[in-house]
């Protein structure tokens, strides 16, 4: 199975930790964030991953030739300009096409910024049994940017802020639902590759925006519900101290041998 790993971000809420290296090399509990997740990604069957980078790039690189890339097929997608989620996908496709373009395999494609207890092979498995497009880990909580699923759970529209105080929050619908479920986005895709024939997007893009465009045509954009597992946000300072205190009180997270 193939993965991608969005680290190309410059990791402003992590600075001062960000002022000398990548976020993806932040570490907690002495172990970087790319290490984590690749070692995440590598315990649930990927044996091959993509990473792009833009933010101290040359450190990613020589770290993954220093640790083996932690014995797996890695290739580094350097992006000289911040492309975003969806565009830094798109940029990538070639790797997840080159069994041709009728490939079929389904592929993981995880914030580095994220650590979590999700089981991704069940994630897998869940998406291909409801012949999915894309499947999104979603989660029951706070948050400021809500994902809006319909009745069946498949992906509707967001929620975004608006007003002249920017306190109201109105829903923007990208097809009509009975009723409306706002879930918290976790980070955690799972995607066929057929979705890179109806991306119709340049340049740098949300990839949040493409699963609108795409649910407004009817695609299936399904929520994977992950309330019973551990999930973080690695965005801040603050949030490391938070998780290495859960690893402290026997949080077990997947490790490899590289």
């Known amino acids: 199975m193939k993965a991608m790993i969005l680290a190309a971000g410059l990791g402003m809420r ?16 002495g172990r970087t964030l790319l290490e984590i997740t690749l070692c995440r990604l ?60 009728n490939s079929q395999e389904p592929f993981i494609l995880h914030n580095v910024d994220v650590i979590s207890t999700i089981d991704l092979e069940r994630m897998v498995r ?30 509707c529209g967001r929620r975004v802020s608006g007003g002249p105080t920017g306190d109201n929050e109105l829903p923007e619908l990208a097809r009509p639902a009975h009723q409306v479920h706002p879930l918290a986005f976790s980070g955690i895709h799972i995607i066929s590759p057929r979705v890179f024939a109806e991306m ?46 859960d690893l402290g009180s026997g949080l077990t997270l997947s490790r490899s041998t590289p």
């Open 14 to 29: 992590l600075r001062p930790l960000t002022d000398d290296r990548p976020k993806a090399l932040v570490t907690v509990a």
């Open 42 to 101: 590598k315990s649930s069957g990927v044996s091959e991953v993509i990473v792009n980078t833009h933010h101290y790039a040359d450190m990613i690189f020589e770290y993954l030739k220093a640790n083996n890339n932690f014995g797996m097929r890695i290739e580094v997608s350097r992006e000289e300009t911040l492309l975003d989620t969806g565009g830094g996908l798109k940029r990538a496709a070639d790797f997840f096409l080159e069994g041709g373009s």
């Open 200 to 245: 119709k997007e340049e340049g740098a893009f949300s990839i949040i925006t493409t699963y609108l465009h795409l649910a407004a045509r009817n695609e299936k954009i399904v929520a994977f519900r992950a309330d019973e597992y551990y999930w973080r946000d690695l965005g801040r300072p603050e949030n490391l101290i938070e998780v290495e205190r």
């Open 126 to 155: 869940f998406h291909q049994e409801h012949s999915a497009l894309v499947t999104l880990a979603v989660q029951s909580r706070k948050t400021s940017r809500y994902l809006l699923f319909d009745e069946h759970g498949l992906l």
